[in-house]
């Protein structure tokens, strides 16, 4: 399964291909950026239909933007080995404005609330890590471009 979804909710169906019956008893999906993230699926949301071969099991979730890979654990005591990825895109009309950092590092806004908590962007090949989101707005520090071991 390869879904890229564009920030808003979809529903995430999966079909069974083998005849031994399970129940699904919980789904998390976890960021492939950092293991520690994961998101639990909300049990109300799970519905399956059919049985053995061919059963559909749907669910639905808010995801930030990122990458994840599911974890099904289900009845008997087993799970489901997925290996396929969830990609979830940044919508395509976020806007950043231009803005100014000094040497010193900074922070830079970007005017989106949906993103990973974590998400990081690349900035003049620096890594600035996200530090916080507020309503509609995720910050991220940039680090010092010169610092006293970088000078000569």
């Known amino acids: ?26 789904i998390n999906l976890i960021s492939n950026m950092i293991q520690s ?4 699926v909300d049990p109300l949301t799970i519905t399956t239909t059919g049985s053995g071969i061919g059963a559909v099991t749907s669910f639905g979730v808010n995801l930030p933007a990122g990458n994840y890979k599911l974890a099904v654990l289900t009845t ?35 005017p989106s609330g949906n993103l990973s908590p974590s998400s990081y962007i690349l900035v003049s090949g620096f890594k600035a890590m996200l530090t916080g989101q507020s309503g509609a707005v995720t910050n991220y520090k940039v680090p010092p471009f010169v610092t006293s071991k970088s000078q000569s």
């Open 1 to 26: 399964m390869n879904l890229t979804a564009d920030g808003a909710s979809k529903t995430i169906t999966f079909i069974m291909d083998n005849a031994v019956p399970i129940t699904i008893v919980s």
């Open 37 to 40: 993230v994961f998101y639990t």
């Open 76 to 110: 008997p005591g087993g799970y489901i080995s997925i290996n396929n990825t969830i990609n979830v895109v940044l919508p395509s009309n976020l806007a950043v404005t231009t803005q100014t950092l000094s040497y010193n590092g900074g922070v830079v806004s970007i």
